[in-house]
């Protein structure tokens, strides 16, 4: 166990564990009920957001100044979906500006729920991290 000060390498892989893959780092710990709990949510939220037709951010795009500042902040609540965002990106899936998923009464909730799958993986993340520097039990 690491003091609190210090955190080993092993907390510093389990947090990227569970920030790539959703869950992975309470898994690996044998906190399968976290795992499963915290993981899970964020799985459930991100398909939900994705079949309500919501909208992944990133930028790069055709934006230019401000616009391109406003991109960040959502972009960086995407990215914390890990894998599932990485999977979509290669795939090009749900980041054009679709008129038919625009046209969906439930874009708007679809895409609050892929900001939230993100933002709750960045604290199933540092949960498994501080459960593996002995912070938490």
Known sequence: ???????????WLLGTAGWFVPGAG???????VRALVLGGAVW???IAGMSMGGHL???????????????????VANLGSGILYIICWMLGVGFADDPAHAARA???YGNTF????GLLNYLAM???????AGRKS
């Not at 951010?57 to 972009?75: C, H, M, R």
């Not at 540092?126 to 593996?132: E, G, K």
């Open 44 to 46: 459930v939220a991100f």
């Open 57 to 75: 951010f990133n930028i790069g795009g055709a934006e230019s100044g401000l616009s391109t500042l406003l991109q960040v902040p959502p972009t």
């Open 106 to 108: 439930t874009y708007e």
């Open 126 to 132: 540092l949960d498994a991290f501080d459960i593996s």
């Open 26 to 32: 309470h898994l690996l710990q044998g906190q399968w």
């Open 114 to 117: 892929l900001l939230i799958a």
């Open 1 to 11: 166990m690491e003091t609190e000060s210090q955190p080993g390498m092993r907390s």
